[in-house]
């Protein structure tokens, strides 16, 4: 607009002198205030010129600018680019893990966690090498709103053998910034300690907090999940996970096996969720709750008990069998976790209820009646992480590590031979964020008059990639 004004005022100033020689000719008295003018138009296009100089002079600087951003944005692009799809991309390591490839839209990310135990009992169990895992995670993400995600899980067995299980396998469709559906086989949301905390690298102690172990706490299911965060005032924050279900399948004694079936045997579907509220970045509190109901079976595969005569035929102990019948169980619970610089601070309650119901407990039995089943698991944890407080290298790198759980039997027949109180202290070295080695000490006091108690030493070695 400028260049035009300019132009504009340098045509008036040459109609000016069109104009001015007639006038002159006419009245002599008026070219004084004709110079005037002239002179005055004269100034307002130089400084107008001079404006014109100025804004071309910031134009060419600011081009400039704006191609060395440019340039030095492609290069750093370039650079992620033969990073991530250089010739060998079993060579590039973009963002930790084992393996990261990308094709397109496609990015490919290999990652888990492995490590081992030794545990040494004062109970008459012999000293032994145990828990040996592998647990590669596969995640295939398509432009950022679809990812599959998996765990596979190898883990040595009692015997010479190897055990491999599907840990959980899900496709993730992110609705929007506040919510994905999740569906497949996932970790259970109900309570904390299975869905954030299991891998040996992860969870602080070598144990997990008896009960949070498929007893109380459910380890994995099989349906649909949604799940997000939604943001509360400026730094307030809410999350949730909703989710159903096939639920649990009775198993021996009657007791629900917590885990994903890829079946379900009755139809009534499990459901229960997860919320969160952070008031705090730092302080998270919630609580969760679960529904489901298992069928009663009528028979159970097995090798059934042998009888007094030593056939091993069952002797029918009444007439006829009774007809198996459902049960509702429920749980819920409530948690509260603090993270504060290097001090870790956590608590879990779940209480669990299976009513009474009629089912086969034994292989080889007839269904009979069970009675409800109530069941408390909880745990309080603490560790401090030693950098706090010093420089020292090898003090800056040990974790302290204290937690005391418990499992409770209210009311029924099952686990009380497991209900405890566990106290485990530890020290973890830090060779590396992900690589941790560490030794605890564990004493287990169960409720059972004839069990005695145990004093576990035990070490790990962990390490997530």
Same mark, same amino acid.
């Given at each position: 607009? %400028?260049?035009?004004?300019?132009?504009?005022?340098?045509?008036?100033?040459?109609?000016?002198?069109?104009?001015?020689?007639? #006038?002159?000719?006419?009245?002599?008295?008026?070219?004084?205030?004709?110079?005037?003018?002239?002179?005055?138009?004269?100034?307002?296009?130089?400084?107008?010129?001079?404006?014109?100089?100025?804004?071309?002079?910031?134009?060419?600087?600011?081009?400039?600018?704006?191609?060395?951003?440019?340039?030095?944005?492609?290069?750093?692009?370039?650079?992620?680019?033969?990073?991530?799809? +250089?010739?060998?991309?079993?060579?590039?390591?973009?963002?930790?893990?084992?393996?990261?490839?990308?094709?397109?839209?496609? %990015?490919?990310?290999?990652?888990?966690?492995?490590?081992? /135990?030794?545990?040494?009992?004062?109970?008459?169990?012999?000293?032994?090498?145990?828990?040996?895992?592998?647990?590669?995670?596969?995640?295939?993400?398509?432009?950022?709103?679809?990812?599959?995600?998996?765990?596979? =899980?190898?883990?040595?067995?009692?015997?010479?053998?190897?055990?491999?299980?599907? *840990?959980?396998?899900?496709?993730?469709?992110?609705?929007?910034?506040? @919510?994905?559906?999740?569906?497949?086989?996932?970790?259970?949301?109900?309570?904390?300690?299975?869905?954030?905390?299991?891998?040996?690298?992860?969870?602080?102690?070598?144990?997990?907090?008896?009960?949070?172990?498929?007893? #109380?706490?459910?380890?994995?299911?099989?349906?649909?999940?949604?799940? $997000?965060?939604?943001?509360?005032? *400026?730094?307030?924050?809410?999350?949730?996970?909703?989710?159903?279900? /096939?639920?649990?399948?009775? *198993?021996?004694?009657?007791?629900?096996?917590? =885990?994903?079936?890829?079946?379900?045997?009755?139809?009534?579907?499990?459901?229960?969720?997860?919320?969160?509220?952070?008031? #705090?970045?730092?302080?998270?509190?919630?609580?969760?709750?679960?529904?489901?109901?298992?069928?009663?079976?009528?028979?159970?595969?097995?090798?059934?008990?042998?009888?007094?005569?030593?056939?091993? #035929?069952?002797?029918?102990?009444?007439?006829?069998?009774?007809?198996?019948?459902?049960?509702?169980?429920?749980?819920?619970?409530?948690?509260?976790?603090?993270?504060?610089?290097?001090?870790?601070?956590?608590?879990?309650?779940?209480?669990?209820? %299976?009513?009474?119901?009629?089912?086969?407990?034994?292989?080889? +039995?007839?269904?009979?009646?069970?009675?409800?089943?109530?069941?408390?698991?909880?745990?309080?944890?603490? @560790?401090?992480?030693?950098? $706090?407080?010093?420089?020292?290298?090898?003090?800056?790198?040990?974790?302290?590590?204290?937690?005391?759980?418990?499992?409770?039997?209210?009311?029924?027949?099952?686990?009380?031979?497991?209900?405890?109180?566990?106290?485990?202290?530890?020290?973890?070295?830090?060779?590396?964020?992900?690589?941790?080695?560490?030794?605890?000490?564990?004493?287990?006091?169960?409720?059972?008059?004839?069990?005695?108690?145990?004093?576990?030493?035990?070490?790990?070695?962990?390490?997530?990639?």
């Amino acid at each position: 607009m %400028r260049p035009h004004r300019a132009l504009i005022l340098a045509g008036l100033l040459s109609t000016s002198f069109l104009v001015a020689a007639p #006038v002159a000719a006419q009245n002599a008295s008026g070219d004084q205030a004709l110079m005037t003018r002239i002179e005055k138009l004269e100034a307002e296009v130089q400084a107008l010129k001079a404006e014109l100089r100025k804004s071309q002079a910031e134009a060419t600087e600011a081009k400039t600018k704006a191609e060395a951003a440019t340039a030095k944005a492609d290069e750093a692009v370039a650079k992620v680019e033969k990073a991530s799809n +250089g010739v060998s991309p079993t060579t590039s390591a973009l963002g930790g893990g084992l393996f990261n490839y990308r094709a397109g839209d496609v %990015r490919f990310h290999l990652g888990g966690y492995a490590g081992g /135990n030794v545990e040494f009992v004062d109970n008459g169990e012999n000293s032994t090498f145990a828990d040996v895992n592998f647990n590669p995670i596969f995640l295939v993400q398509y432009k950022d709103w679809l990812l599959f995600e998996s765990e596979l =899980e190898f883990e040595t067995t009692d015997g010479e053998g190897t055990k491999l299980e599907l *840990e959980y396998a899900s496709l993730d469709l992110m609705l929007n910034d506040y @919510a994905t559906l999740v569906f497949g086989k996932y970790l259970s949301p109900i309570g904390l300690f299975q869905e954030r905390l299991h891998p040996k690298w992860i969870n602080k102690a070598i144990s997990r907090p008896v009960g949070f172990d498929g007893t #109380v706490e459910p380890l994995t299911d099989v349906g649909l999940q949604l799940r $997000g965060g939604i943001p509360v005032g *400026e730094n307030m924050k809410l999350t949730y996970v909703f989710m159903i279900g /096939n639920g649990p399948q009775v *198993e021996e004694e009657g007791q629900p096996a917590l =885990e994903g079936f890829g079946e379900d045997n009755n139809d009534n579907k499990a459901i229960g969720g997860r919320i969160s509220f952070f008031p #705090v970045p730092w302080l998270e509190l919630g609580g969760s709750a679960y529904h489901a109901r298992v069928s009663g079976l009528d028979e159970l595969s097995g090798e059934a008990d042998a009888d007094e005569t030593g056939l091993g #035929v069952h002797v029918e102990a009444v007439p006829a069998a009774l007809e198996p019948t459902n049960a509702d169980l429920d749980i819920f619970g409530a948690h509260a976790v603090a993270t504060y610089k290097d001090l870790d601070l956590r608590f879990e309650y779940l209480h669990s209820k %299976r009513d009474a119901f009629i089912s086969v407990a034994d292989p080889g +039995g007839l269904p009979e009646a069970l009675p409800t089943q109530k069941t408390e698991a909880w745990y309080a944890q603490a @560790a401090y992480k030693l950098a $706090g407080v010093t420089n020292q290298e090898f003090v800056k790198d040990l974790e302290l590590v204290a937690r005391f759980s418990q499992l409770n039997v209210k009311q029924g027949i099952l686990f009380v031979d497991d209900a405890q109180d566990r106290l485990t202290f530890g020290v973890n070295y830090l060779l590396a964020p992900n690589i941790v080695i560490k030794v605890n000490y564990e004493r287990r006091d169960f409720d059972e008059p004839d069990l005695k108690t145990e004093n576990r030493f035990m070490g790990q070695f962990a390490i997530g990639f």
